[in-house]
Structure formats: C-alpha cells, structure tokens
C-alpha cells in the first residue's frame, strides 16, 4: 500500500501537471549553470527538504474562498486550497501594511519586536529623501532563513523586502532610492553575483520586467523559476506585488485587480511545473500568503495638517520642516503620531485635544483614537505617542497643506488587523500537510510553521506552528535545529 507521503505527493503532482498545463509557459529549454555554488550542502532532516514561501501583496481570502463570485479564473488558488490547509483569513499585524507584516511573516514577531513598525521611517525633517525601511540589520531578531542559513540550507530571497543587507545563498532585495534605471545597476550590485545576468540569458524578456520598484510579477517568478531548477533551495521566499498595485490605483475587485490576481495565479503554476521539473514535489511545502486585506475608499484626510495649523512645526520659505513637535507618519488606514519630546506633559494634553476635538467634530474623518498602551497591545511602536484609525471610506495622506486632498487611491489597507476587510490569505499544501481549515490563523504563525516543517528552532516567537499535519519527531544536533 502506497504511504500517506505518496499519495499526497501524486496528489501535488497532478495539480502541478494540470495547471503548468492550463497556466503556465515552460521555462526555457536550456538554462546556464547556476551562478554560484552553494556553500552549505546539509539537507532538512525530516520529510519536508523544500518550503517555497510566496506573498501575494494585498491578495485577500475571498479571491479563493468565492472566487466565482468575482468571475476569477483562478485554478492554482482553487486547487492548493482544495487539497492543502487554508485561512478564511489570517489575522494581520499593526498597522497592516506591506513591510511590518513581511517581516513577521518572516520572523513570528509583532513589530514591536522587529521594530519594523512601517514602511516609510519616520523622517519629521524630511532629510531621508523618501526612504523605506529597507535594510536587514534593522531587524534585532532573526528571521526564519537565518536560522537556516546557519543550519546550513540554501537559502533564497527575491525581492523580499527589508532584506538589503542579508545573508542568504542567493539573494535579490527589493530596493529602490532614484526610481531610475541606475536602480537597476545598485539592486544588481546588492544582489548574489552573477544572478540577475544568468536569469537574464535564460529569460528573454526578463530585463523589461525587472525595473526599480516595479519588478513584474513575471520577472519576479523568473528568477524563483530559475533557482527552484538549478539550485534547488531548501528554503525560498518571494514576494509578489502588483494585486496590491492594482487594487490601490483602481480598486478592490476592479477589473485590473481582477487581471492582476488570475496574474498571480499563473505565477504560482509556473512555480508548481518548476518544482516538478526540478523533481522535489516528493519533498516541498508551498506556503502561498498575503500580508494584508484591502478596502475600497473615496476619502483622504491629512492630520498633519492640524499640527501645521496649531504651529507644531516650523516651516522654511520653500516650505521644508525645520524643528517639530508633533508629527504624523501615515500608514493609508492608521496614522502614527509621535512627540519630539515623550516627556512634555503639557504638549501630550495639547496634541490628543487636537486629535479629539477634529474627532467629536464629526467630519474629521477619524473613527478611532489609540493611547500608547493600545498601541502598545496591539504589537505596534511603543515609541509612538497615539495612533490614530481612518473611518471606512477614508484613508490618511501626508500633506501638511489642507486637512482634506483628493484621493489618489481608490483602495487601501493599514486599518487596525482585526477590522475583518484587513484579514490576510494563507494556504500552505504539500509534503505531509492535510486538507484542513486553519482556524485563528496569525501572519505570525508562518516563520514558526516553517521552521517546523524544516526541523529547525525559531526561538521566543509570538506565533506557534500551524497544525497542518501529523507531528514530525526530529532529532538533530547542529546550529538551529532542535535538539
């Protein structure tokens, strides 16, 4: 009788053959050698050799739970959710948005542990041109690929963010400063050497897709492609984006978000046919996951420009910062409000009955106010001073000019992660895991069921393993496994 592990592998397989079928394009025929050698030849010692982690930014639970409600064509979706474990919705982090919960997908932390509390920093004097929290040694905890690094797995990153920086056996950041094409040439220098140019010869139309900021879907996947058929790594994660795109120029369930996502699932079955080609269906876990929901808006209020109108800063003649007070970094759906000075006590009464007077007026546009300790609670920054909530139908912009802009936006996210619009996708299928509905799923829990799956130990998560399968007993001495 064939073993359960059989089975499940014949049962991948068929959905990989049928959807690379349906889905996918064939990767080329000849590909170059890969274009460095892994330093590090352990295998997971467990079932489990290969976990391919895939986010699909701003991808919310309904495009697999009801998809013929939208008309999506999504078969990938459809089938790993029909034969693996899956979320009606995954709870997100605080605030939800892109790079607080990449990292602890990664990490099983809330923000207030990786202190990756936003995307943009907090840059009140506006010196820092714009910069994103990019860079890896901002982040005090490990990260699941470190683990497995140290264990001594191939590991792989592509353009997942905040990884400028990190050690992994092939890597491509997600970076970008000028959005010029010299980007292109600063990512290739942060990048393994010789990757993008070997992916380049082996995809055609690679280098059209592979620019600063925006890296397609599709060239994003070649360079996955490519490593899952060369390298073989134990461990990959990739981050896709431009569901979140679509669904913030043109809204939730627009026809473009609509293109986007059947997109992405053509993506995932070119994924599925090169983890067959490379013959390791036997042996992977997919994990496909988003980082947040989304939400249809019409409205952007801009709280800064209270401040401004209570003279918390000060403004040059060409109207740059030059001291301040009080500040707002905006998140879309919350706002963050920090003071120069935590210990005025007079300036925290001044600025929370600023805050609470434009919310009892009606019109503000703010539904809910944050103290420091909900702020706190929820796993967001503990150095902020409150948070504020955007109403539904509203987001907050950062213009310090006029309390009320027009909307560039016609969806957003960054909403308190409990609100049910913020709930996240998650669907993890393969080697060993049931068919199951994960109840209470958390973005946190992935790295610590990662490392689970690849007998590795994550230590002093906030998250715990998912139950997807029957417990693997491991045994194994060495850096990052348990013992």
Not at 76 to 104: E, I, K, Q
Not at 271 to 287: H, N, P, S, Y
Not at 301 to 309: D, G, T, W
Request: hydrophobic share 40%; glycine share 8%.
């Amino acid at each position: 009788m064939a073993s359960r592990r059989d089975v499940l592998a014949r049962c991948l397989r068929l959905t990989v053959v049928t959807l690379a079928t349906a889905c996918g394009s064939p990767p080329p025929a000849t590909v170059a050698t890969p274009p460095v050698a892994a330093p590090h030849e352990i295998e997971p010692p467990g079932p489990v050799k290969h976990v391919v982690v895939v986010t699909i930014d701003g991808l919310v639970p309904d495009s697999y739970t009801h998809p013929d409600a939208h008309g999506l064509k999504v078969p990938t979706l459809r089938s790993l959710a029909a034969r693996g474990a899956s979320s009606d919705g995954a709870l997100s982090v605080f605030p939800s948005v892109t790079y607080p919960a990449h990292t602890s997908i990664a990490s099983g932390v809330v923000p207030a542990r990786h202190k990756v509390f936003t995307n943009a920093t907090f840059d009140p004097l506006e010196k820092n041109q714009g910069a994103w929290r990019w860079y890896a040694e901002d982040v005090p905890v490990p990260r699941v690929w470190d683990v497995a690094f140290e264990a001594g797995y191939r590991t792989a990153l592509v353009d997942w963010p905040v990884t400028v920086g990190e050690k992994a056996t092939y890597h491509v950041p997600e970076f970008w400063r000028a959005k010029q094409p010299d980007d292109v040439k600063l990512i290739r220098a942060l990048s393994t050497p010789g990757l993008l140019e070997s992916v380049s010869d082996a995809y055609p139309g690679f280098k059209a897709g592979f620019r600063a900021q925006d890296v397609t879907d599709e060239a994003g996947t070649d360079i996955a492609e490519y490593l899952l058929l060369h390298a073989r790594p134990h461990l990959m994660f990739l981050h896709i984006w431009q569901v979140d795109a679509a669904q913030h120029h043109d809204g939730l369930w627009s026809s473009e978000a609509l293109a986007a996502i059947e997109n992405a699932d053509r993506q995932l079955a070119r994924l599925l046919a090169a983890i067959e080609r490379a013959g390791i269906t036997q042996d992977t876990v997919l994990v496909v996951v988003s980082d947040h929901g989304f939400a249809n808006v019409s409205r952007c209020v801009n709280p800064r420009a209270l401040l401004r109108e209570a003279g918390l800063f000060s403004l040059d003649a060409a109207g740059k910062p030059t001291a301040w007070q009080a500040d707002v970094l905006s998140s879309s759906g919350t706002a963050y409000v920090y003071l120069n000075d935590p210990h005025d006590a007079a300036l925290e009464q001044r600025v929370r009955q600023i805050f609470e007077d434009a919310q009892k007026g009606g019109k503000s546009g703010i539904a809910r106010i944050f103290s420091a300790a909900e702020v706190r609670s929820l796993g967001g920054d503990p150095g902020a001073f409150l948070a504020l909530e955007a109403e539904v139908g509203t987001y907050f912009g950062s213009s310090r000019d006029a309390y009320e802009t027009p909307a560039t936006y016609k969806g957003v996210h960054g909403y308190d992660p409990n609100r049910p619009e913020m709930q996240a996708s998650l669907i993890v299928a393969g080697t060993g895991v049931r068919h199951v509905q994960l109840e209470d799923a958390r973005l946190i829990d992935v790295a610590p069921t990662v490392a689970d799956l690849l007998g590795l130990t994550l230590a002093k998560t906030d998250g715990h393993p998912l139950a997807i399968g029957a417990p693997v007993v491991i045994t194994l001495m060495g850096a990052g496994h348990r013992d």
